[in-house]
């Protein structure tokens, strides 16, 4: 039972590159969110799916897109990276009706 | 390892004493409350939650402290250990049509030998 997992670990980009960050998770849950996390500031929500085939904008979404692939899958993608998105991005998942959230290792990005 | 927050508060303590991290909250509405721990280079990792209709809670050698009255909320570490030293995030749950979580900041713990 490895929980929440999230790859890559690590990732650097030029400006204008695209990529997609994967988070799977093996808890059966429901709900799935990607935060990021920058120095001196609390995890911001990017996007968040209620449920298998539901997107929503969190509090920072520009920029980004999502896709929920499945019930256990969450990806995030960066289209054209900028350097400002140069952050920790960590996934979360938790059932329906319950608050607490649980969280993967992250994944550091580097834009130059 | 991975630099949470470089301009975080900090409070330092001494193995075996106790340790409280504060927190503030922002929405009166909030109707629930939770405690992460995040280890450098590591995602967060729940520690103890708790509920408006409550105003405290234990755990192991942990207590979460709610005050409605002035949104603050306060997480007590017993007998502190060098595995408790860590960046320590509140959340709140702004209650609306989603299970949002809302966080803080951040505390950085260092434990002292």
């Known amino acids: 039972n490895a929980g929440v997992t999230q790859t890559p670990k690590f990732q650097v980009l030029k400006t204008g590159q695209s990529m997609t960050l994967q988070c799977a998770q093996d808890?059966?849950?429901?709900?799935m969110y990607w935060y990021r996390q920058d120095p001196g500031m609390g995890l911001r929500l990017i996007y968040y799916?209620?449920?298998?085939?539901?997107?929503d904008k969190g509090e920072v979404p520009n920029g980004y897109n999502v896709s929920r692939l499945n019930k256990r899958e969450f990806s995030l993608r960066l289209e054209s990276a900028a350097p400002s998105q140069t952050s920790v991005y960590f996934c979360?998942?938790?059932?329906?009706?319950?608050?607490?959230?649980?969280f993967g290792p992250g994944t550091r990005l580097l834009v130059l | 390892g991975e630099s949470v927050g470089l301009h975080l508060p900090t409070l330092s303590v001494q193995e075996g004493d106790n340790s409280i991290i504060n927190c503030a909250y922002s929405n009166s509405a909030s109707d629930y409350f939770i405690w992460y721990k995040q280890e450098s280079g590591k995602g967060p990792q729940f520690i103890i939650d708790i509920r408006s209709n409550m105003d405290k809670r234990q755990g192991q050698r942990v207590t979460v402290l709610l005050n409605k009255t002035v949104k603050h909320l306060s997480l007590q570490i017993a007998a502190t250990q060098p595995g408790d030293s860590a960046v320590y995030f509140c959340a709140e749950n702004w209650k609306d049509s989603s299970y949002k979580l809302i966080f803080g900041s951040g505390t950085r713990l260092l434990v002292r030998p």
């Open positions: 799916s209620a449920s298998e085939g539901t997107t």
């Open positions: 808890m059966n849950h429901n709900s």
């Open positions: 979360a998942t938790n059932r329906n009706g319950e608050e607490t959230q649980y």
